[in-house]
């Protein structure tokens, strides 16, 4: 990839794919100098601010900075839930639960993706941890029972409704 980033340099989806591909190899430094590349040449690309701003939240790192990358994105891209939730995640690490409950949940009521779903979770343990009542508004899943092993009919679900 880094090639055909040689080859193409002009071609910013190709560049924030490679950044992309950078952190999930641990090339951090090379990460961000590619996403801050993108930003130059394609200042209205909000998916790498917000990647840039949700990979500093997720080190728990230059989170101020963090903050402004994500907040600029979602001014760019204010209904996407996966910003919304950079932005909760940022502020879940600045320790600013109200706030991050309030992200992640607007987040989660768009998307639900496993990944807000955590971080929601994660968000309301604190919360309730920080000695503050709250349910962050998750409703109780149904009573489940296990009929079968779940090896005995791979594919088929392992747990039923009880009635």
Known sequence: MQAATR?????????????????????????EQSLREVMRMAPENHHAYNALGYSLAERNTRLDEA????EKALSMAPEDPFIMDSMGWVEYRLGNLDAAEAHLRRAYGLR??????????KSCGRKASAA??????????PRTRRTTPPAQHAGAPAFVPVK
Do not use: Q
């Open 7 to 31: 080859r193409f340099p002009n071609n910013a989806d190709l560049l924030y794919d490679f950044a992309l591909l950078a952190e999930k190899t641990g090339h951090l430094d090379v990460m």
């Open 132 to 141: 503050t009542p709250s349910n962050c508004g998750w409703k109780r899943a």
């Open 67 to 70: 903050r402004v990358l994500v």
């Open 112 to 121: 639900r993706d496993p990944e807000i779903a955590v971080h929601r979770a």
